[in-house]
């Protein structure tokens, strides 16, 4: 194992984002500002405005207009970034759908931030759950470090040509988009070797010849045509098998890298914390696995065989890895920080339930709605769903499987 | 990048058609003819956007295509956006060495739709950053792909299925929004008016927007045989008497000082050669209830309309 030496730097997590896309040779940034992801604008801007990157900073209009910039940038060869949060991702919705399926392998970062109405600037995972079906590989990140690791490793996955599909690194509001952290960092060769010049795959055109998909003068194709119901299906059928196909890629990116950075999350796909022997256990996306790590800690030191599963990546969602990861679970929390209205519990929630229905396994579930609008989840809330984990495992019932948590009544 | 201009008919028969025919549109569709003509005016490599709408639909049906140009359409309200990002890139790798020409042209079209109303807003912002590009605007004054609905576009007092010809509503009550004027309002370098019936004039001012640096507005406008309920052979006619009775002025502005092109100018040195809007509105079905004793004032009041305009293009362009 090659390990490099990495620079210890004080960022947030929106400016470890920065850091990592000024390091990652991005040819085309096109970006809107909105709360909290407005400072890796900034940043950005100011590594464009003294001269550190060669990189073309398009300040759009609006966030539609900041994604369709990266899409047909992408579509014409260049490496893409762009960031949004809340009522921006919301607004770039069209354009996610066009992205995935005109195969343009842009990287965003989302900020998650709750939806309007009520206005509200603070975490939850609405906007990006929303966008789940999008065709948009999903990684949600606990830290600031993972932020940097993860936009990093999101360029090598979405321009992979088995792959090609936009891809969204989200990281919680304030909680670590703000929260001054210490972050490893790599010395810009190393990101520039490790990410490379994008690859363009060759494509069959209209006139039957091999030739680059871009869009390119002098091999002339047609991108984002008119396709109705005899190809449509097809095409969306292939971005499923690319979507199928990333769950192996990523874990390569995620052991590559781990190779030069000493970094591991899991498999690059889920991180389970001590939950090889748990009988209970939570499963939660981003921040609030810190705070569940540590209540595991307390728990595992009082003698109950407590665990966690944190998905880092959703989509595509990782079925086989979350079956045999809870192969020894008998009572599962999951915690969703956004909710379906009218529906039964939070999205996490259902896609847990619902993929262990033909699993072999059949342990006991209930879903805890969360920290909806940046409310926080502090340790006495996850020792209290523990709890009544414990008390489902002594029972062997379920009263309520929906809750929410954390909520006057 | 130097440019010769060759614009005789004989030298337009000797260029590749960059639109090939074959495509799906409507006998006597006006755009068609008018894509055809710009694309004549390509200087070199170029690469094509366009919005969602009628040409965007006929020209590629999966797993056809007509355009023997790299083409991309993404959504109805962000062609120009469309076209900073290819702008954006193209100068990013040419940058870093990985494009293989000196310069690429990007040319942007949509509809009216896509430009008076859904599109104004990514189009205001791409020609604010000065993306060098040419943007096309097609006026067939509606929502034709959709089925004939009003747009900013729409004139005063036309028929269309949502500004329908009623028995107290005689078509749309609201003028057209004047966004060529919008776009010189923008202080960009070239902003022109044009016409497939004047098709020289149409194809050099497309050249001169390829040919500026910074972003260019093209305003065609464009007839449409079933939107304008007339017989498909007269688009050509109809689109002259457009300018025969300056309904539709042919002028330019560069770095938005206005002047006014050959057919109209001739208008404005030789006054009674202005030919009245009654001749134009009574060529289209569109226009057909304006001829009844109930809504006849509507045609005064259209003339009326377009003398104010016309009068106000004279003294923007000092012939007055």
């Known amino acids: 194992m090659v390990k490099i030496q990495q620079q210890v730097l004080a960022l947030t997590g929106d400016e470890a984002v920065a850091y990592a896309v000024k390091q990652s040779e991005v040819d085309v940034v096109a970006a809107y500002p909105i709360t909290p992801q407005t400072i890796i604008v900034e ?77 509200n600037i603070h975490c939850d995972h609405t906007d990006s759950m929303v966008e789940r079906d999008a065709c948009w590989i999903q990684f949600y990140a606990e830290n600031s470090q993972e932020a940097y690791d993860s936009v990093i490793q999101a360029f090598r996955i979405a321009e992979n040509p088995d792959i090609l599909l936009p891809t969204m690194v989200m990281l919680d509001a304030f909680f670590i988009s703000h929260t001054l952290e210490s972050v490893k960092v790599f010395p810009d060769e190393v990101v520039r070797k490790f990410v490379g010049t994008r690859r363009i795959p060759m ?24 396709d109705i119901y005899d190809y449509y299906f097809e095409h969306k059928r292939q971005q499923e098998e690319a979507m199928q196909r990333a769950l192996q890629i990523i874990k390569q990116v995620h052991d590559e890298y781990e190779k030069i950075s000493g970094r591991r999350y899991g498999n690059g796909l889920i991180e389970p914390y001590r939950l090889e022997d748990a009988e209970i256990a939570i499963i939660c996306i981003g921040s609030a696995a810190g705070t569940t790590k540590t209540v595991v800690d307390q728990l595992r ?16 969602l990782p079925v086989q890895d979350i079956i045999n990861a809870l192969k020894n679970v008998k009572a599962i929390a999951v915690m969703d920080r956004s909710h379906s209205f009218g529906a039964h519990g939070g999205p996490i929630f259902h896609e847990i339930r619902h993929i262990l229905y033909d699993a072999p396994i059949h342990p006991k579930i209930v879903g805890y ?9 502090p340790e006495n809330l996850i020792h209290q769903i523990y709890n009544d984990l414990e008390k489902i495992l002594e029972t062997k019932r379920v009263e309520k499987p929906v809750h929410f948590i954390g909520v006057r009544e | 990048m130097a440019s010769v201009r060759k614009f005789a008919l004989k030298d337009l028969a000797e260029k590749p058609d960059l639109i090939m025919p074959g495509h799906r549109a409507c ?29 965007e639909v006929v020209t590629t049906i999966y797993p056809y295509t007509a355009w023997r140009i790299p083409y991309i359409h993404t959504a109805f309200e962000n062609v120009a956006a469309n076209a900073a990002g290819i702008e954006a890139a193209l100068k990013a790798l040419k940058k870093k060495g990985q494009l293989k020409h000196d310069h690429v042209d990007v040319i942007a079209f949509a509809g009216d739709g896509g430009t008076y109303d859904i599109g104004l807003q990514a189009l205001s912002g791409a020609v604010e950053r000065g993306h060098d590009f040419l943007y096309v605007l097609y006026d067939n004054e509606a929502y034709m792909n959709t089925g004939i609905q009003r747009s900013g576009g729409t004139p005063l007092g036309a028929w269309t299925t949502t500004s329908p010809a009623g028995s107290v509503i005689p078509g749309k009550p609201e003028y057209k929004k004047p966004v060529s004027d919008i776009m010189v309002a923008h202080d960009i370098p070239y902003v022109a008016t ?55 002025p042919l002028w330019e502005a560069v770095n938005s000082e206005y002047t006014l092109s050959a057919p109209s100018k001739v208008i404005a ?19 057909r209830h304006l001829f009844t004793p109930k809504f006849e004032q509507v045609i005064d ?5 377009i003398d104010k305009r016309w009068g106000r293009l004279l003294k923007k362009c000092g012939m007055v």
């Open chain 1, 43 to 119: 940043r950005f801007s100011e590594y464009v405005y003294n001269g550190e990157v060669d990189t073309e900073f398009v300040c759009t209009e609006s966030e539609h207009s900041a994604l369709t910039a990266c899409l047909t940038a992408a579509a014409t060869g260049a490496r893409t970034f762009t960031a949004s949060a809340s009522a921006g991702l919301a607004l770039m919705h069209e354009i996610l759908y066009v992205t995935s399926g005109c195969r343009a392998p842009v990287v965003m970062t989302i900020v998650n931030r709750a939806l309007s109405a009520p206005i």
């Open chain 1, 203 to 226: 494509v069959r055109s209209h006139e039957g010849k091999l030739v680059p998909f871009k869009l390119d003068p002098e091999n002339p194709i047609t991108m984002g045509p008119f």
């Open chain 1, 301 to 316: 030191a009082q003698g109950t065989k407590a665990g966690l599963l944190r998905l880092r990546v959703y989509r595509p």
């Open chain 1, 369 to 377: 709605i969360y920290g909806l609008g940046g409310r926080d989840m």
């Open chain 2, 27 to 55: 006998a006597g569709c006006g755009p068609a003819v008018a894509y055809r003509q710009i694309l004549k005016a390509a200087r070199g490599p170029i690469i094509a956007t366009n919005a969602t709408g009628c040409m």
């Open chain 2, 194 to 248: 044009a016409s497939p019936a004047y098709w020289r004039d149409l194809i050099i001012k497309a050249r001169k927007g390829l040919e500026v640096k910074g972003p260019a507005f093209l305003h065609a406008l464009t007839p449409c045989p079933r939107g304008w309920r007339y017989d498909m052979s007269k688009t050509i006619e109809i689109a002259r008497l457009a300018v025969e009775t300056c309904v539709f």
């Open chain 2, 269 to 287: 040195l030789k006054s009674e050669l202005k030919k009245p809007v009654r001749e134009y509105l009574r060529v289209q079905g569109r226009f």
């Open chain 2, 301 to 305: 009041e259209i003339q009326r309309d």
